[in-house]
């Protein structure tokens, strides 16, 4: 194998044979090169008359070893990585071989300035100029015609004395095994040793920095052609016409048709990103566009919801619509207004499809450029006022604070404190109930909300309301509280039943476990305030 290595550029050379190749990493005639490979395997004198004096290989394009088959592959290098193409009958394997190249010495991949043209040396035609390579210590421009037809020009005397360059293994940046040297290569001025180890993995390596100097790389302009291939409906204009110098940077508008949308682009295969309907691409070979312009669905649906203490408003084309669900065309937007219930609320989180998104500071959310079906939701939190509550009960004490059932129970500068774990008398629970009990808003005092209570059994004209609350007492309350919301409104609650004993019903409706009831200890503000909440929100039968 390593005669072969050292000898394809010779057979290049020395046969008539047409290679469909270029410096840019063009696709290879497979047929010419499998006549190429069996006359290099038949001619086995060849080699003899050839000797050794190309050991220092050829460093654009060589035969090495099949990532697949483990037959002969044609290797080059072409687009920054190492290109293969397998020659033996059955494979037709090809692809980019795996390389790693450490980032402090990767090469960058340079070309020259430009090209220019001279006579074929076999046909007379023009020949173009196809990349530079290295024959023994020799350096050479490689010109093909366009019947492939190839002439070498000698540039210059190579300035390495390669029989001074001593390449001891290393360690292989991959695996850590051992790798030797195996091939020579160049990208721009530099040029790299390769090390290939055991499991075939390769390492490069930087054995002269600046070795070449390519300034004097003759130039031609206008030579490289840009095709662009559409699927869909759309049109394109390429600023500056569609050929291009080496190096030159070329952009392409697009405009999608009627009902279509332009959804991808690619440069020689390559994926572009698409800016207001424009891409941007560097000129290094001729090149191939192509985009594709996508059918859209005529309705897309966006719904929202609002979670918590606000709603949404929502803005399509200048109109107002229902906000909860909304068909629009594909890459419109729509407008929410954020309407937090009073000014103890803010919107807490906002998601699109799951992702949650910045929240705006004015409170205007706009949906932009929908092209799929969307589900935004909304969240609106509670601004607790107050210092000292806990979490456990954040969601009671909100509903007391924002019906007006209940208020701060102290206050110390502009901090408000809800006092939680301070004990309810008979009377705060009683005024309590009957204050949520007064849809009409007719009980304005502590002693007319007394006197509704006691006329609906809640409550003894003539008890102690000053004592401390128990979980017996309040459950007595709550049971003829039910009742009395039953016979005023003609609804029956889900889980009361009026003939069962206050204590099933006390459980039934989850207000306490058997066994706190049993317990029978004494009632705080926190207590109070989750009773509420929990009586708000029973259902019932109208």
């Not at 038949?42 to 000797?51: P, V």
């Not at 629009?328 to 998104?357: E, F």
């Not at 949520?436 to 007719?442: G, N, P, R």
Request: glycine residues 6%; proline residues 2%.
């Amino acid at each position: 194998m390593k005669k072969i290595l050292s000898l394809v550029l010779a057979v290049l050379m020395l046969s008539s044979l047409a290679i469909s190749a270029n410096a840019a990493g063009n696709v290879y005639d497979i047929t010419d090169l499998m006549e190429l490979y069996k006359f290099m395997t038949s001619e086995d004198d060849f080699y003899e008359q050839m000797g050794d004096d190309m050991s220092g290989g050829y460093y654009t394009r060589w035969l090495d070893t099949c990532p697949k088959c483990s037959g002969v592959a044609l290797f080059r290098v072409a687009d920054s990585a190492i290109k293969y193409t397998c020659l033996e009958d059955g494979c037709g394997a090809s692809g980019s071989y795996d390389v790693v190249v450490s980032p402090e010495t990767k090469p960058e991949p340079e070309k020259p300035d430009g090209i220019t043209t001279i006579e074929c040396g076999s046909c007379e035609r023009i020949a173009k100029y196809a990349g530079r390579v290295k024959v023994g210590s020799k350096l050479y421009y490689e010109y093909r015609c366009e019947k492939n037809h190839e002439t070498f020009v000698e540039v210059e005397e190579d300035k390495i004395d390669w029989d001074e360059i001593v390449l001891s293994p290393i360690k292989c940046s991959r695996c850590n095994r051992y790798a030797e040297f195996s091939k020579y290569y160049t990208f721009g001025d530099d040029l790299y040793a390769v090390f290939t180890c055991a499991a075939g993995h390769t390492t490069y390596k930087v054995v002269d920095e600046n070795i070449f100097d390519w300034e004097d790389d003759p130039v031609i302009k206008g030579d490289y052609r840009i095709r662009v291939y559409t699927t869909g409906t759309g049109t394109y204009t390429i600023y500056g016409g569609n050929t291009a110098d080496y190096g030159e940077t070329k952009t392409i508008k697009f405009s999608a048709g009627k009902g279509y949308v332009l959804t991808s682009v690619t440069v020689n295969g390559y994926t572009m990103a698409i800016d207001d309907n424009e891409v941007s691409f560097k000129v290094t070979e001729d090149t191939v566009v192509r985009a594709n312009f996508t059918r859209y669905a005529a309705n897309l649906t966006v719904s929202a919801s609002a979670a918590g203490n606000g709603s949404l408003t929502a803005t399509y084309n200048g109109k107002t619509v229902n906000a909860a669900k909304v068909n629009v065309a594909y890459g419109d937007k729509i407008t929410y207004k954020l309407v937090p219930a009073s000014a103890d609320y803010t919107v807490s989180s906002i998601k699109v499809n799951g992702k949650s998104v910045s929240i705006p500071a004015s409170k205007t959310f706009t949906l932009s450029g929908i092209t799929s079906d969307t589900k935004v939701e909304v969240t609106f939190a509670w601004k607790n006022p107050y210092s000292d509550v806990s979490s456990k009960y954040a969601q009671a004490v909100e509903y007391v604070t924002e019906a007006g059932i209940m208020n701060a129970a102290a206050s110390e500068g502009s901090k408000l404190y809800f006092k939680g774990t301070d004990k309810v008398t008979v009377k705060a629970f009683a005024a309590a109930l009957a204050e949520m009990a007064d849809t009409a808003d007719k009980l304005d005092t502590t002693a007319e909300r007394i006197v509704w209570a006691e006329k609906y059994g809640l409550v003894k004209e003539d008890a102690d309301l000053s004592v401390i609350c128990t979980v017996q007492a309040a459950a007595k309350m709550v049971d003829k509280y039910l009742s009395a919301l039953e016979e005023l409104n003609d609804i029956d609650f889900d889980k009361y039943d009026e003939d069962e004993s206050v204590k099933d019903n006390a459980v039934a409706i989850g207000m306490v476990s058997a066994k706190t009831y049993e317990g029978n200890r004494n009632l705080t503000r926190y207590d109070l305030a989750a009773v509420c909440r929990l009586i708000a929100n029973l259902e019932y039968d109208d």
